[in-house]
């Protein structure tokens, strides 16, 4: 595709359940990014992988968070044992490369935990 | 830690108006400066980078400036629209090994017909 996307666009689950969010950076991208927004707030960050390992994973919040990129392009946020604190949107972007290039953002997925 | 300032937090202007929005930060060793728009529910437009070794730069109505030295970016939208009502967000990337961008809080813009 043309963008990043990100699926799904919206989730809701319950407090103490498990989710996955999946995002599909632009194609050629090798450096690919997670981000979290809360309202009213810009985004933080969350997570970078340059190819397939993550280079810097020292935003996650804690070991509820975990993300993979096994093939150095798709990438999935994991969340474990949700508190209704993690409800934000997350957002992934994507670059050419890590360093010094314009990072491309996907609309985000709404997560809800109620 | 570097903290992105932007001011004014919420902007209202009549239709055809210039207009400056302001981005400060803290730590001056940065790669480069983004500008984004975000609007209601949806993701970040990009919509200028600046390299830490320029001034300025241009883009249709917009025109970003950076300060690397004082810690400063403006961005100035001329004969303001409508359309441009959303909210404007400022990030910059680190220097060193860091690739994350740190964001200010963002200014919501409205722009009155």
């Known amino acids: 595709g043309a963008g990043v996307s990100q699926t799904p666009s919206n989730k809701v689950t319950e407090k103490g359940k498990y989710v996955e969010l999946r995002c599909d950076p632009i194609?050629?991208?090798?450096?690919l990014y997670w981000y979290r927004q809360s309202l009213g707030q810009g985004p933080e960050f969350l997570i970078y992988?340059?190819?397939?390992?993550?280079?810097?994973d020292s935003g996650l919040p804690n070991d509820r968070f975990f993300a993979v990129r096994p093939e150095g392009s798709v990438s999935t946020l994991k969340i474990q044992r949700t508190e209704r604190g993690d409800s934000a949107v997350y957002l992934c972007?994507?670059?050419?490369?890590?360093?010094?290039?314009?990072?491309?953002f996907g609309p985000g997925t709404r997560l809800t935990v109620l | 830690k570097q903290e992105v300032t932007q001011i004014p937090a919420a902007l209202s202007v009549p239709e055809g108006e210039n207009l400056v929005l302001n981005c400060s930060f803290t730590?001056?060793?940065?790669?480069?400066l983004q500008w984004f728009r975000q609007d209601p529910g949806k993701g970040l437009t990009s919509l200028l980078l600046?390299?830490?070794?320029?001034r300025e730069q241009t883009s249709g109505r917009l025109n970003a400036s950076l300060d690397k030295s004082s810690g400063r970016s403006t961005l100035y939208i001329a004969a303001s629209q409508p359309g441009d009502s959303a909210t404007y967000l400022c990030a910059v990337e680190p220097s060193g090994s860091a690739r994350q961008l740190t964001f200010g809080s963002g200014t919501q813009l409205t722009v009155l017909p």
């Open positions: 972007a994507s670059s050419v490369s890590g360093s010094m290039n314009e990072q491309f």
């Open positions: 600046i390299q830490s070794s320029q």
């Open positions: 194609s050629g991208h090798t450096a």
């Open positions: 992988f340059q190819g397939t390992g993550a280079a810097d």
């Open positions: 730590d001056s060793a940065i790669y480069n």
